[in-house]
Every structure is written in structure tokens, then in C-alpha cells.
């Protein structure tokens, strides 16, 4: 569950305003081209750092959201787009993370996608698997230089 002092921060000993999605994003999102196939996501998702949600989007627009159980049927040279959603998978950068955060712990959710009103991806929400906190771009690079 969410701590309440990160709904609550206090900077300056002036109560802050309460985080918002895109305060927790993360930046560094990969965004596929829409033209994938499902042989190329596969091949994509073989990595077992990458994690559940695949974007597939075009000129900084997120088209879509494809996971592993999306196209568990379907076969390679098929396009990756037909496959995935966006209802569920995303959020607005300025929604309030706590809110946020319980309704992903709620619902078993670790992976959002930031966008904003045009459709723009702004970042991912990546909650961390023992729910306690979100990825950072900085523990992602960590983690590929590791490698």
C-alpha cells in the first residue's frame, strides 16, 4: 500500500502538492514502430528483462499495448497491432500517483502507459515486483550496464 508520506510530501516545511504519474515515469520507454510482427515481440519479450507490456505506437503517438497473453494464438509474420489494447493500460501524467498505485496493487498491475491528452507517450509506469515503490530510469540503466 502506498506510503502516506508520499501523498503527503513536505518540502521546505510547506506541505508539497501530492505526486502525479508522470512524477514516477519512466522516461527512457521503449516505443515499438506499429508495423511489429508477432514474431518480432516474441523475440522481444525473450529478454527476461523486459517485462510485460510491449508499446507499439508511431511519430511519439502510443497506438497500442501489446502483452504476452494477447497473441498466446496467434502466429509470427502477423501484425502485432491487431493484438493489443489501450483500455486499462494507460494513464495521464497528471493523474495522483497514490491513486493510481493502489488501483495497480488492487488489480495485479505493473506496467502503465503515460500518455497525454494528444496520445503522446510520455513515459511508463513501472511498479517494481514487490509493490512498494517504482522503477527509475536510473535502475534501469543499472540493470542494462550489469548485463
Known amino acids: 500500500m ?3 508520506s508520499l501523498a503527503d510530501g513536505i ?5 508539497s502538492p501530492p505526486p502525479r504519474v508522470s512524477d514516477a515515469a519512466l522516461r527512457a520507454a521503449k ?21 510485460m507490456a510491449v ?5 511519439g503517438r502510443l497506438l497500442t499495448t501489446v502483452e504476452r497473453s494477447d497473441f498466446t494464438f496467434a502466429s509470427a509474420p502477423e ?3 491487431r493484438y493489443g489494447k489501450l483500455e486499462g493500460r494507460t ?16 488489480e495485479s498491475r505493473r506496467r502503465l502507459a503515460i500518455v ?8 511508463l509506469l ?7 515503490g517504482f522503477c527509475s530510469d536510473s535502475d534501469v540503466h543499472q540493470r542494462a550496464c550489469s548485463r
Do not use: Y
Not at 518540502?11 to 506541505?15: I, K, Y
Not at 514474431?39 to 523486459?50: K, M, P, S, Y
Not at 513501472?126 to 512498494?132: D, E, I, M, S
Open 2 to 4: 502506498p506510503s502516506a
Open 11 to 15: 518540502v521546505a516545511g510547506r506541505r
Open 31 to 51: 516505443l515499438h514502430d506499429a508495423s511489429v510482427t508477432i514474431g518480432e515481440i516474441r523475440a522481444f519479450l525473450a529478454d527476461d528483462h523486459v517485462h
Open 55 to 59: 508499446l507499439l505506437g508511431t511519430d
Open 79 to 81: 501484425p502485432a497491432l
Open 91 to 106: 494513464v495521464g501524467p497528471n493523474e495522483p500517483l497514490d491513486r493510481v498505485w493502489e488501483t495497480m496493487l488492487a
Open 116 to 123: 497525454d491528452a494528444d496520445g503522446r507517450l510520455v513515459g
Open 126 to 132: 513501472c511498479l517494481k515486483r514487490h509493490g512498494q
